[in-house]
C-alpha cells in the first residue's frame, strides 16, 4: 500500500503537468482556429478585390455606367 502514496510533491508535479498539458492544448486549438480564420479572410479579400476596386472607380467617376456594367459582366464571367 506504500507504493501507491503520493506525496505531496509528486502531487503538485502532477497537478502542475495536467495544467500545462490543458494549456497547450486550448493554444493548439487557438491558433488552429486563427490560421484557419486567417486563411478564409485573405481568400475572401482576394476574390472581392476586383469587385472594390471597380466599384471605387465608379464613385470616382473615372468610368462611366456603361463601362462599369461591361467590366462587372468581364469579372462575373459572362
Known amino acids: 500500500m506504500n507504493g501507491m502514496m503520493m ?4 502531487m503538485m508535479l502532477m497537478c502542475f503537468l495536467i495544467f500545462f498539458a490543458l494549456l497547450c492544448l486550448i ?4 491558433g488552429t ?3 484557419i480564420i486567417r486563411q478564409l479572410m ?3 479579400r482576394v476574390e472581392d478585390n476586383p469587385y472594390m476596386l471597380l466599384n471605387e472607380l ?3 467617376g473615372i468610368i462611366n455606367e456603361d463601362e462599369y456594367k461591361q467590366r462587372q459582366r468581364i ?4
Not at 7 to 10: D, R, V
Not at 27 to 30: K, N, Q, S
Not at 75 to 78: C, Q, Y
Open 7 to 10: 506525496t505531496p510533491f509528486s
Open 33 to 35: 482556429v486563427y490560421v
Open 75 to 78: 469579372l462575373r464571367g459572362k
Open 42 to 44: 485573405k481568400k475572401s
Open 27 to 30: 493554444a493548439f486549438a487557438g
Open 58 to 60: 465608379f464613385v470616382k
